[in-house]
């Protein structure tokens, strides 16, 4: 929300009322008014926080702005400046037609969501009310406290196109561009602002992170930014944050280092960037796992399955209810009879001693990537799980298979 603000008195008052009854009542919340001693306050709803800013003076236009998004939270605006954030959260709101009112919160705003803010009349001038649909970036909420040039329908200023760009509100798709902050998309081609796309290595598209995330793009990998589950590969976002529900470490060797998998056998697996088979690269990444020159290899992997992850307990495994899901993808370089792919999981007590195993069908997938999936039963007593990729020759005297983003996951 954006408007332009002169107060005639000290006191507090309401700026904007919400609600959804027309006297004011019903679900009804103050996002914005003033403190009794004249401060700007901002408010959200449900967790309820606020931000508040400086006094405003009185008998001076002052341009005030908020904008909200789950990533960012609420962010309070004097004069195109920010003062305040609440930092990443949620906000609750009504899910029926809301009905705002400037200047008044009607009623009183008697038990209606204020905070700080003193509810009541306010005593002064409003101009130039707006309300946009989506999270104005800091740039744009300082565009709108510039003079008319921005809005009087020619190209003048620093504008790159008729009222947009420069110091002015960005421009659309289409329309003229020296930067990529003049547009909309934040991608400006040959003097154009262009459509955004979700390989353009810039952060738009309605992306929660650079090129992933949103309902146009893929999701996003662990580390990246988010707004909920859906923007995440591993559908967990956690403060913003997407975080990943793999027990395993270095599971697509994206460390450099083989390091924490053991190696065994006789081929002595390696990691490869493509060049052990030109043409095989890795899934994603830089490396891939491969079994490199012998008969026969090994990657292991021991997991302490309640000290890795702290939401499992003794007794939820005891009570034999867990089970535990297993991703990994695979390639081989073509060739007759293909060499293959494994991953065999053995379930370990409190001793190390095995409780039982399985294993994988043998993958032989050629050069394109292919994944097994599958999920099994923790037997009771397990407190570690050990993954081991499996390496096997059945042509040459190299293992031309290759496995990348192994995952064990618990539930």
């Not at 329309?175 to 602002?193: E, R, V, W």
Request: charged letters at 10%.
């Amino acid at each position: 929300m954006s408007l332009w603000v002169q107060r005639t008195s000290t006191r507090g008052g309401t700026l904007v009322h919400y609600s959804t009854q027309t006297d004011g009542q019903g679900w009804c919340t103050v996002p914005i008014g003033f403190f009794s001693a004249g401060n700007i306050v901002a408010t959200a709803w449900a967790p309820n926080t606020q931000v508040t800013g400086p006094i405003l003076l009185v008998n001076t236009w002052t341009h005030i702005a908020t904008t909200y998004s789950q990533i960012n939270g609420l962010t309070l605006y004097v004069n195109g400046v920010s003062v305040g954030s609440t930092g990443a959260q949620s906000n609750d709101a009504s899910g029926a037609v809301v009905i705002l009112t400037l200047g008044n919160s009607l009623s009183g705003g008697s038990g209606c969501g204020f905070q700080s803010i003193a509810p009541g009349p306010f005593y002064g001038y409003l101009d130039e009310f707006r309300v946009y649909s989506r999270e104005l970036s800091a740039r744009e909420v300082s565009a709108l406290t510039k003079d008319k040039t921005c809005f009087d329908g020619i190209m003048n200023g620093d504008e790159t196109d008729i009222d947009c760009g420069g110091s002015c509100l960005t421009c659309a798709v289409g329309q003229k561009c020296t930067l990529a902050k003049d547009c909309d998309s934040a991608h400006c081609i040959n003097s154009i602002c262009a459509n955004a796309t979700c390989n353009d290595n810039i952060k738009n598209n309605g992306e929660t992170d650079v090129d992933c995330g949103g309902s146009n793009c893929s999701p996003c990998g662990t580390g990246k930014a988010c707004s909920g589950g859906s923007d995440c590969v591993n559908s967990s976002c956690v403060s913003g944050t997407c975080k990943s529900n793999n027990l395993l470490m270095n599971p697509g060797g994206e460390d450099g280092v083989l390091s924490p998998w053991v190696v065994g056998g006789n081929s002595n697996p390696q990691l490869d960037t493509g060049t052990f088979d030109p043409g095989n690269n890795p899934h994603t990444g830089l490396y891939q796992f491969s079994g490199h020159t012998g008969s026969f290899g090994m990657l292991t992997q021991t997991v302490a399955i309640v000290g890795a992850n702290r939401s499992i307990t003794t007794s939820q495994i005891d009570a034999g209810n867990l089970t535990v899901g297993l991703l990994f993808w695979s390639s081989e370089y073509p060739q007759s009879p293909s060499d293959s792919a494994a991953v065999a999981l053995y379930f370990l007590d409190a001793f190390n001693g095995t409780l039982s195993n399985v294993t994988s069908p043998e993958q032989a997938a050629g050069s394109n990537w292919i994944s097994y999936s599958n999920s099994y039963p923790i037997p009771i007593g397990t407190r570690s799980i050990q993954y081991q990729m499996v390496f096997t020759l059945h042509s040459g005297s190299t293992i031309d298979s290759f496995i990348d983003d192994n995952s064990m996951t618990i539930c």
